[in-house]
């Protein structure tokens, strides 16, 4: 398995271009997950999808826009890039997502490092 | 959703043992408490979770008040490689890190 995969790992925008953050899985996980991470920071919720077809916000989704139509895949799109959304971008992924119990482990992608310029 | 406190930052000695508290006052009397923790430059990894008794595994034990409204990760001996930042995450309709606490190995 090639667990959580993310890309690019490293990307370069200009103030007002958009842009698609690629994550996939390959372990059948219905849930999934993206957060930001800020420098020195812990990790915010932007979006999140409990199966195909179905996703909802968590804490900071301004400026983000996503959609799950396949079990594997989970695109984080960007629609007016903002120095704001300078940071670090984890895709996660698990079997059940919260109050998943025993099988609610989640597994995260490299991340992808993005600078707004 | 539970929210969680933890020290912003802990040291310990290389080869000794660690306790890291959370304190998650809130949780409700159904939900697991997970751990993970963050290695410099890498996403976050999964460490330990339970529900009410004591659970251990290769990595970490878990130590989990009778009330449920704190929690303990103990790593038995510290290694330079557990200098990481430890997130508790009690379950909830949404997975939410906290800031973590900054765990530092003296070597």
């Known amino acids: 398995n090639a667990g959580v995969t993310q890309t690019p790992k490293f990307q370069v925008l200009k103030t007002g271009q958009s842009m698609t953050l690629q994550c996939a899985q390959d372990m059948n996980h219905e849930y999934m997950s993206w957060y930001r991470q800020d420098p020195g920071m812990g990790l915010r919720l932007i979006h999140y999808?409990?199966?195909?077809?179905?996703?909802d916000q968590g804490e900071v989704p301004n400026g983000y826009n996503v959609s799950r139509s396949t079990t594997e895949d989970f695109p984080l799109r960007l629609l007016s890039a903002a120095p704001s959304q300078t940071s670090v971008y984890f895709c996660?992924?698990?079997?059940?997502?919260?109050?998943?119990?025993?099988?609610?482990?989640?597994?995260f992608g490299p991340g992808t490092r993005l600078t707004v310029l | 959703d539970a929210k969680t406190t933890q020290p912003n930052s802990m040291e310990s000695n290389e080869e000794e043992p660690v306790h890291l508290p959370c304190n998650h006052s809130t949780i409700s009397g159904t939900d697991y408490i997970h751990w993970y923790r963050q290695l410099p430059s890498q996403g976050p990894e999964y460490v330990i979770h339970g529900l009410t008794s004591n659970v251990n595994n290769r990595m970490a034990s878990l130590a989990i008040a009778e009330d449920r409204k704190s929690s303990t990760l103990i790593l038995h001996r510290a290694t330079l490689r557990d200098a990481a930042v430890y997130y508790c995450?009690?379950?909830?309709?949404?997975?939410?890190f906290g800031k973590g606490t900054r765990l530092h190995i003296l070597p």
């Open positions: 995450i009690p379950e909830g309709n949404k997975i939410i």
């Open positions: 996660a992924s698990s079997y059940s997502g919260p109050r998943g119990g025993l099988t609610d482990t989640q597994y």
């Open positions: 999808s409990v199966g195909a077809g179905i996703t």
